[in-house]
């Protein structure tokens, strides 16, 4: 075990005005499984990259480790096996390199063919191909892929893959980001299970679930400063609570002192002047006394002047780092009847590819239907079947007429252009739209960008508050939480809960699901 150490971290990008890291220092433990958490913006990412020297900045950070970052590109059209065993480490260029030794059999190249077979077995390079096979059985995947392109495989295969290949390295601290995006249900638990069962890495996730089974410490962060606790997502949640609570209710006990002192700092001061007019006049008593009253009544003005000046700066100190987390609305319609959709004996397929069949199921008002699968299964060519799109299906589908639907693609390529351009489009309401953002903790500097430059974050968000502007009797949302940070998820399901919109939707977040769906639709 050794310590990664940053010390007076301070960095920010040359087009921003402010630090998105200033005077950051904290230890960590390269044995420690670290949760990475914060809204998004917060820097998490760059913080990734800074670990790894991509960027310059000031301060220190000091590591016996080197750093792997995940996702990373590889050549998809390569060799499954050699591109694994390559990940691992370089053997195809060191058995090259121990060939040409061989050949050219002079003293200096056994010497060099020496040094490279020490590096060779050092990186079990005699038994690579039984470890890989070993590490991808640990994560459900079947061995024959190995021998398979790299570009044939699924995205979910493809993430397995690269985390086993990464923690058959030696002598590495992972960087892992956001690896659930391409995994369904069950492929997050077998994740999960995985990655518990290691050591050394800092995973970036929003899915508190999936924290949850393999955290040992959270590293969040906040409004004001980078904070590391031990323990996993819940354990951090409910200390924070705690912390927002007590921050909150100190704040409030400060700002009634505060009043208090400013009432008595005015008698005191208007006592103390008034006693000092009194020495002016016709009537006659002692002016000794009179000024000694008034010396008094001016020291108690300045005594309560300082204390009301310290619990000022107090206060300042308190709500840092109190997440704004305002509460959102929707727009949900009552329909005409309270039957909205009737699926029966539903089967689809593309080609001979038969994704599912004899599905049935019913959409009424205040219905949440989660539509459950693994990737691949249909729920999304359900949804376009819903839509009205041309898909190819057998089995009754009878959807309410005029039946207005909200919807949230999975997919945020089509995002281009200016906001206001975008508005116009959706023909909703602009002060709306910029309202839901801001309370989504959406950066107000990238309003100005255009739709297609910001990040896989933004881009969700800007549908999400689309679709929450839009008034409608059914809500479906395909996948709509990828890419969004815990806070903002727990926002969207208090509104959901609050409202109660009747809605369809797909998404592999287990406590969404758990907390949100009344119906579940399983297609696998």
């Given at each position: 075990m050794s310590q990664i150490r940053v010390n007076n971290l301070t960095f920010s990008y040359d087009t921003n005005y402010e630090n998105i890291f200033e005077n950051v220092s904290f230890e960590i433990d390269t044995d420690w499984k670290l949760g990475f958490i914060g809204r998004n913006g917060r820097g998490k990412t760059t913080f990734l990259n800074l670990l790894q020297g991509k960027y310059k900045y000031s301060g220190t950070i000091t590591s016996s480790?080197?750093?792997?970052?995940?996702?990373?590109?590889?050549?998809?059209?390569?060799?499954?096996?050699?591109?694994?065993?390559?990940?691992?480490?370089?053997?195809?260029?060191?058995?090259?390199?121990?060939?040409?030794?061989?050949?050219?059999?002079?003293?200096?190249?056994?010497?060099?063919?020496?040094?490279?077979?020490?590096l060779y077995m050092s990186h079990d390079g005699y038994i690579i191909d039984e470890l890989i096979e070993k590490e991808i059985r640990k994560l459900d995947v079947d061995t024959d892929v190995l021998k398979r392109s790299f570009a044939t495989l699924s995205n979910g295969e493809r993430t397995k893959l690269m985390l086993a290949a990464l923690f058959l390295k030696k002598n590495n601290f992972l960087l892992i980001d956001e690896p659930t995006n391409h995994l369904d249900t069950e492929g997050r638990e077998t994740v999960a299970k995985y990655l518990n069962s290691k050591n050394g890495f800092i995973l970036v996730s929003h899915d508190r679930h999936f924290v949850d089974k393999i955290a040992d410490h959270i590293i969040s962060i906040n409004r004001s400063n980078i904070e590391i606790q031990r323990g996993n997502f819940s354990t951090w949640s409910y200390n924070k609570e705690l912390s927002d609570n007590y921050?909150?209710?100190?704040?409030?006990?400060?700002?009634?002192?505060?009043?208090?002192?400013?009432?008595?700092?005015?008698?005191?001061?208007?006592?103390?002047?008034?006693v000092e007019k009194s020495k002016i006049g016709d009537h006659v008593y002692d002016r000794g006394a009179v000024g000694s009253q008034a010396a008094r009544m001016m020291k108690k003005a300045k005594n309560i002047e300082h204390r009301k000046e310290k619990s000022l700066e107090e206060k300042k100190k308190l709500l840092k780092n109190i997440e704004r987390a305002d509460d959102l609305k929707i727009h949900p319609q009552a329909y005409l009847k309270t039957n909205y959709i009737n699926i029966d004996d539903l089967s689809i397929s593309y080609g001979e590819n038969k994704l599912f069949e004899g599905i049935s199921f019913t959409v009424n008002e205040g219905d949440r239907v989660s539509l459950r699968g693994k990737n691949g299964s249909g729920k999304s060519s359900i949804i376009k079947l819903i839509l009205g799109e041309e898909i190819s299906y057998t089995g009754n589908v009878n959807i309410g007429n005029k039946l207005v639907i909200s919807y949230i693609s999975q997919d945020t390529s089509h995002l281009k252009g200016s906001f206001k351009d975008y508005v116009e489009s959706e023909?909703?309401?602009?002060?709306?739209?910029?309202?839901?953002?801001?309370?989504?903790?959406?950066?107000?500097?990238?309003?100005?960008?255009?739709?297609?430059?910001?990040?896989?974050?933004?881009?969700?968000?800007?549908?999400?508050?689309k679709s929450l502007c839009q008034?409608?009797?059914l809500y479906i949302w395909d996948e709509p939480l990828n890419y969004i940070d815990i806070i903002s998820r727990m926002q969207i399901e208090k509104l959901i809960l609050e409202y109660q919109p009747t809605m369809i939707f797909v998404e592999h977040d287990y406590m969404f699901n758990e907390n949100i769906a009344t119906k579940v639709i399983s297609l696998s």
């Open positions: 480790v080197s750093f792997d970052y995940f996702p990373f590109e590889v050549d998809i059209e390569e060799n499954t096996l050699k591109l694994i065993k390559n990940i691992v480490a370089p053997f195809t260029e060191w058995e090259t390199k121990m060939d040409l030794c061989i050949k050219e059999n002079s003293e200096s190249s056994m010497n060099e063919y020496g040094s490279i077979l020490d921050e909150i209710e100190k704040n409030d006990t400060l700002r009634k002192e505060i009043r208090t002192l400013e009432d008595s700092f005015r008698r005191a001061k208007g006592w103390s002047n008034l023909a909703i309401e602009e002060s709306l739209f910029r309202a839901i953002l801001a309370k989504l903790d959406f950066n107000p500097n990238s309003i100005d960008k255009d739709l297609s430059e910001l990040s896989a974050g933004q881009k969700k968000k800007v549908l999400i508050a008034k409608a009797n």
